[in-house]
C-alpha cells in the first residue's frame, strides 16, 4: 500500500463542515501530490458515485469513493474530523473520512489492496488506533498496514485429539455468504468483513465470497456443501446462484450486511432451524419456499411481489441506455431535418457530406436502428433477472416476435416473464450427470426458445397485440380532463418516493410508450420528465427564499438541488424527504400533480427519455412546458414552505434550532 497513501496525503485536523467540502480538501491534498488531474472533474464524480447511495458507515466513518478518469493513480487520502460531518450513516456524523481514488482503468491488485482497507476499517483496535494518533506520517503507515505482527510459537502444544462424534458435537454453525455492491470498491468488502466479525462473536463459522472489482474468487464447493445457511448481501445480481441452491437463505442488500450482519445471521439460524429452504435455480433466481403446506405465507406474496418488480426494472434497466441513445439521435435529426426526414432515403445509397439533411437523415437512421433493439433487449433481461444466462436467448427471440406481431412494448414484458419462467421450469428437471455440462448452453436455449416462440406465435401474441394497440388508441384519444387526469397520476408516482418503485413504475410506462413513438406516449414522457424535475427545484428554491426554515446541511444540498432538477434527477430531493417526510413529501407530490396536468393540458411532447432542461429544445411547446415545471414548482415551494413555517411557529425550540443554522439533521426531525 506504499504507494497509495503518504503523510501529504494525511490530515488530522480536517475543518470541512459539509462532505462536499472534506471532499475537496481531501482531495486537493491528491491534486498537490499529482495524483488527481483535473479537481472539478474528479469532485463531479465523487458526488456522482455519492448520489448512488451515501457512503456513511455506523462508528463514525465516511468513504467517499469513485473510479474516475481524473485519477491517474490509485490513492487514498484520509481525514479525521473533530466535529464530524455528515455521511448519512445512521448512527450519526463520521469522524474518520477516507477519500478513495481509483482510475477508471484500475487493476486488480491496486483493487484489492483498497479492499483490505475496507476490511480493516470494521476492526475496533484500527479505527482506535486511527482516531488515537498524532503524527501524519505514522498514521500512514498504519493504514498501508506497516505494524508488527507476533511471530508464530516455533514449538506449539500439540492440540489433544477430539473423537469425531466429541468433532461433530463441537461443529459450529456454518454460513456462506455472497457481497457485492455496484461500484465493487468499498461496500462489498465492508459487508464481508462485518459478516464474518458477527459470525466469530456468535460462534458461527461465516465464509464469504465478495463479487467486487478486485475480482470474483468461488467459494470452495466443499464449504458451500457444508454450511448449514447463506447470506447474500448484495445490489447487483449474485453470480452463479446455482451453487446455493437447497440451502436456507437471507437476501438483503449489501447495506444490511454492513450495519445489522448479527441479525442476519440469527436470521439464518432460525431460517435453518425451521428448515426453509430457498428455491434457488440452477442459473437463476431464488424464491423464498413456503410453509411447506403449499398455501404460502402473505409475506411470501410480498417477497414474490418485490422479486416480480425487480425482474421488470432488470429489463427497463438495461432497456433505457437503448432508448437514451436512440431517442436523443432521433430528436436532434427531427431538430435538424424536420419530422420529414424520417421518410428518407437509406444513407447507405445516398449521402453528401456538405447536407444537413443527409447529416439529419444518418442521426435519424442511426436512433431508429437503436429503437430497433428496445423489446427484445427489454424481453432478454427480465428473462435473464429470473434465470440468469440460459434465459436470454429464448427472451430475445420473444421480444423480437413481439415485434413482428406488433405486440409491442405489452409484448416484451410477457415474452420476457415466459422465458424467465419457462427456463426455470426447465432447470427443475432432473437430468443425468452427462447432460448437465451442455444444459446451460444448448438444451436449455432449444426448447425454451421453441416454446416461447410457439407461446408469443400462436397463443398470446395476438391478444397482446390487440390490447396494445387498444393502449395506443386510448392514449392518442386522450384529451381534455382525461389526459389531464392522467397527468395527475403520472406527476403523483413520480414524486411519490423520488426513485422507489412507484417512481420507477411511472418512468417505465413512460419509456416503454418510446418504444413505438405516438402523440399520446410523447405526451406521457413529457408529463413524467416534467414532474420528475420538481421536488429537487422545489427544495432548492426553498432552501433559497426561507434558509432559516433549513439546517445548513440542507441548504448546502439544496445548492445542489438545483442542478440535479434541471437534470432531471429526482433522488435529489431525497436528503429532505429523508429528514421532514410529512412536509416535504405531500409538497412535492402537490407540486407534481400540478405540472403533469398542465404539461398533459398543454401537449408537451418528448422523444428523449432524459436530459431534463438540457433537451428542451427537442420538446414539442417547449415554452408552456417549462411554464408548467415552474408552476408545479412554485407550488411545491409554497406549501414547503407553508407547512416548515407553521412547524417553527409551534415549536419556538425548534424555531431557534432552525435560526442557528444547525447542522444536525436529527433536531429538525425531532421537531
Not at 47 to 75: F, Y
Request: charged letters at 20%.
Amino acid at each position: 500500500m506504499s504507494e497509495l497513501i503518504t503523510a501529504e496525503l494525511v490530515d488530522l485536523d480536517l475543518s470541512a463542515a459539509t462532505k462536499d467540502a472534506a471532499a475537496r480538501s481531501l482531495a486537493e491534498r491528491m491534486v498537490a501530490a499529482d495524483r488527481v488531474t483535473d479537481l472539478d472533474g474528479f469532485l463531479a464524480d465523487v458526488a456522482a458515485r455519492e448520489a448512488q447511495m451515501p457512503t456513511g458507515l455506523d462508528g463514525g466513518i465516511g468513504i467517499p469513493h469513485c473510479r474516475s478518469e481524473h485519477v491517474n493513480a490509485p490513492t487514498l487520502a484520509f481525514g479525521r474530523s473533530a466535529a464530524g460531518i455528515d455521511f448519512g450513516a445512521a448512527d450519526g456524523p463520521a469522524d474518520l473520512i477516507f477519500l478513495i481514488a481509483a482510475p477508471a482503468g484500475a487493476d486488480d491488485d491496486h483493487l484489492t489492496i483498497l479492499s483490505a482497507l475496507a476490511r480493516r476499517l470494521m476492526d475496533p483496535e484500527f479505527t482506535a488506533a486511527l482516531r488515537a494518533g498524532t503524527d501524519p506520517g505514522a498514521v500512514a503507515a498504519l493504514i498501508r498496514g506497516e505494524e508488527t505482527t507476533e511471530s508464530p510459537d516455533p514449538d506449539p502444544e500439540p492440540e489433544p485429539e477430539e473423537d469425531d462424534a466429541t468433532a461433530a458435537a463441537a461443529a459450529p454453525f456454518r454460513i456462506v455468504a455472497v457481497t457485492s455492491c455496484p461500484t465493487g470498491i468499498a461496500h462489498t468488502y465492508m459487508a464481508a468483513e462485518s459478516l464474518a466479525a458477527a459470525g466469530r462473536a456468535e460462534g458461527v463459522e461465516v465464509t464469504v465470497e465478495t463479487q467486487g472489482s478486485a475480482g470474483f474468487k468461488k467459494l470452495d464447493p466443499a464449504v458451500v456443501a457444508a454450511a448449514d445457511a447463506v447470506i447474500w448481501a448484495h445490489d447487483v445480481e449474485v453470480r452463479e446462484k446455482g451453487r446455493f441452491r437447497g440451502k436456507p437463505l437471507v437476501d438483503v442488500g449489501v447495506k444490511a450486511g454492513i450495519n445489522r450482519p448479527a441479525e442476519l445471521i440469527a436470521e439464518a439460524r432460525r431460517k435453518a432451524e425451521r428448515g426453509e429452504i430457498a428455491a434457488v435455480s440452477e442459473n437463476g433466481g431464488s424464491t423464498d419456499s413456503d410453509d411447506g403446506d403449499g398455501a404460502g405465507s402473505g409475506a411470501d406474496h410480498a417477497h414474490f411481489g418485490v422479486r416480480l418488480r425487480t425482474y421488470l426494472m432488470s429489463g427497463v434497466s438495461y432497456m433505457v441506455p437503448f432508448v437514451a441513445a436512440g431517442g436523443l439521435l432521433i430528436a436532434l435529426s427531427f431538430a435538424i431535418g424536420g419530422y420529414e426526414i424520417a421518410s428518407a432515403k437509406s444513407v447507405a445509397d445516398h449521402f453528401v457530406w456538405g447536407e444537413a439533411d443527409s447529416w439529419a437523415a444518418l442521426l435519424n437512421q442511426i436512433g431508429s436502428a437503436a429503437f430497433a433493439f428496445l423489446v427484445p433487449v427489454l424481453a432478454g433481461y427480465i428473462a435473464y433477472g429470473m434465470a440468469d444466462r440460459p434465459a436470454l436467448v429464448p427472451g430475445f427471440v420473444g421480444g423480437a416476435i413481439a415485434l413482428t406481431v406488433n405486440a409491442g412494448f405489452l409484448g416484451g414484458l410477457v415474452a420476457g416473464l415466459l422465458a424467465g419462467a419457462v427456463v426455470m421450469a426447465i432447470q427443475r428437471v432432473p437430468v443425468h450427470a452427462t447432460l448437465r455440462g451442455i444444459m446451460p448452453v444448448l438444451v436449455i436455449p432449444l426448447l425454451a426458445s421453441a416454446v416461447v416462440g410457439f407461446l408469443m406465435f400462436i397463443v398470446v401474441g395476438k391478444p397482446i397485440a390487440s390490447l396494445q394497440n387498444a393502449l395506443t388508441d386510448w392514449l392518442n384519444g386522450l384529451s381534455g380532463s382525461n389526459a389531464v387526469i392522467l397527468g395527475v397520476v403520472l406527476g403523483l408516482m413520480m414524486c411519490f418516493d423520488m426513485g422507489g418503485p412507484l417512481n420507477k413504475v411511472a418512468y417505465a410506462f413512460a419509456v416503454g410508450g418510446l418504444a413505438d413513438p405516438t402523440d399520446g406516449s410523447l405526451k406521457v414522457m413529457a408529463a413524467v420528465m416534467a414532474a420528475g424535475m420538481v421536488p429537487p427545484l422545489a427544495m432548492a428554491l426553498a432552501t433559497t427564499v426561507r434558509k432559516k426554515l433549513f439546517t445548513k446541511t440542507e441548504r448546502e444540498n439544496g445548492r445542489a438541488a438545483w442542478v440535479l432538477g434541471a437534470s432531471f434527477i429526482t433522488e435529489g430531493a431525497i436528503p429532505f424527504a429523508a429528514a421532514d417526510p410529512l412536509r416535504v413529501i405531500p409538497s412535492v407530490m402537490a407540486g407534481g400533480a400540478v405540472t403533469g396536468a398542465l404539461s398533459m393540458a398543454f401537449g408537451a411532447t418528448l422523444r428523449a427519455p432524459h436530459g431534463g432542461v438540457f433537451v428542451v429544445p427537442l420538446i414539442g411547446q417547449p415554452f408552456l412546458y417549462l411554464l408548467a415545471i415552474a408552476a408545479g414548482t412554485l407550488v411545491a415551494t409554497a406549501l414547503v414552505v407553508l407547512l416548515k413555517g407553521a412547524r417553527r411557529t409551534a415549536s419556538d425550540p425548534a424555531g431557534e434550532a432552525e435560526a442557528t443554522g444547525s447542522d444536525d439533521s436529527r433536531v429538525t426531525v425531532a421537531a
